[in-house]
């Protein structure tokens, strides 16, 4: 009676759909036991998948995304602009290694009744961001949604060993950074972002980045993650946070879809980077916004003023 | 007036919609005037794209796949079936390239209400097909949809250039074969059948194929496609067809989703070729189907007797 009652509790327990589970639960449960294959230097857990030998002088960079009718953009909008933004935010993250893109495949599935002009302009968004940073798009797969427009994007990329930058790596004390300003992106820039890539690769050229990934959820949920890939905890600087014009801060690290390099330094080289920076890319902001501590308990569970949270796709209720 | 008439009875020539347009009008107005970047040997209208210098010993092939729910699988199916299909169907063109499959990227868009076993038990799918095959899963996206549950699925492989096979190299009078038995396959084989990488590999490593495709849309589709790729015409020996049991020949020729190898080879090597496979495989059937022909006027617009079409995902109206 003992054994089966507790299996039951046990079973009762387990969240039984996906907005019970939430994102992070989610992906822990269906990485478990994933079959890698050779050469995978990373997996599930960073902006991308990092593929070669551990003497390779390049590694390649692996990365899918998906903006679907109704959660990433309104049927309404310009498909130029969806297009954009379905190939951007793939490139933000090869932005995000310090890599390189090279060559894209699309997965579109549409409506029967959806409008070829639609199309077209979903198309010669993507082309439009395919040209300007370098990326080909070489195939990809048409099919039928009986629901929402879905847009997948598989992209791959590649980095030098040497310049390939992980969340991993931040150690306590080292300097928190942020490219650009934050919050309010839902009002406009999500479907007309620049990914970093021009960013990414002069820093990696010029200065030892700790870790690096790009603010797809905002600083709330993301600089979370990075400070836990590296073992470390974090402070943030409240009254540092770029904010966008009419954002309070709160708004800034909570938004989402901003889109821009988060990272870290070795403390010693921040004002080699600040001069430096302003000289490279003097319309550009680049703001000191925290620190990496050494990881605590509490850290583990890390809080923010206010609290508040980022983004999450499977939100717990 | 004259020109105003004139562009008026053009515009509206114009497909309108998806389904107006058709798949091939789709392809062919989507993938006008696309980047492609560097390295492409093939691009769009492969199997896979195939990325490589002209003198690398190996090139790296890229495919992208979508399962959705209500098109590919219906909403009670075994989700690790599901799974299966969905790597199966990538493994499969990797396949038809004479290639290897590396690494996949899944993404995953599903209800909030969707429950966690069924997520487990699609990956459960995924996970089987993927050791059993030789792939990784390094990464990938959870996101919500709004509708229907999709699957997409990147795959990199790679091929020696040697051995890597197209759709383009038939030459008229090319024995064509094909593997296995044709026909039926909705009944329940398209969520359980076998990619057929070692088929092509042990293939390659033998014979010199001249061209070569897998079987998505069934022979009456996908013969004339690999015919035209490659300038020919072609005749079908209809009494040859390896019909699935309780199949007609026409259903083993327009069912589709056989995840069969389509290939040719020179007359002169098809004796070695049938006895050799009869050693290697004496359960799976390989059957002399047609032959290629000199490309005439009508082979632009082939047709098979009783007119069988192989599937189409937006078929004119």
Known sequence: MKTRRDKTSKRDAAPKTLAEAGENRIVSEITRGLP???DVRVGVGADCAVI????????????????????HFLPAEDPRRVGWKALSRALSDIAAMGGVPSHALITLAARPETEMEWVTGLYAGLKRAARK????????????????????????GWVERQRCVLRSGGKPSDAVFVTGRLGGSIEAKHLDFTPRL??????????????????????????????????????????????????????????????????????????????????RFPRLPLTRIGVLTPQTKSSAQPRIADSPHGHDHFPQR
């Not at 960079?61 to 998906?66: E, N, P, R, S, Y």
């Not at 370098?134 to 992209?155: C, D, H, K, Q, Y």
């Open 133 to 156: 940073f370098g990326a080909g798009i070489v195939g990809g797969e048409t099919s039928r949604s009986p629901g929402p427009i879905f847009l997948n994007v598989a992209l791959t």
């Open 52 to 71: 070669g030998g551990a003497r390779d002088a390049r590694w390649q960079l692996l990365k899918t995304d998906v903006v679907i009718e109704g959660v």
């Open 198 to 279: 021009a960013e990414a690769r002069w820093l990696t050229e010029h200065f030892k980045l700790r870790a690096m990934m790009d603010l797809s959820d905002g600083v709330a949920a993301d600089l979370p993650r990075l400070a836990a890939a590296s073992g470390c905890g974090f402070e943030i600087f409240a009254e540092s946070i770029p904010c966008s014009r009419g954002c309070s801060v709160r708004q800034a690290l909570s938004d989402g879809e901003d889109y821009e390099l988060l990272f870290t330094i070795a403390a010693r080289d921040v004002p080699a980077l600040e001069g430096a920076w302003r000289k």
């Open 36 to 38: 890698l294959g050779a």
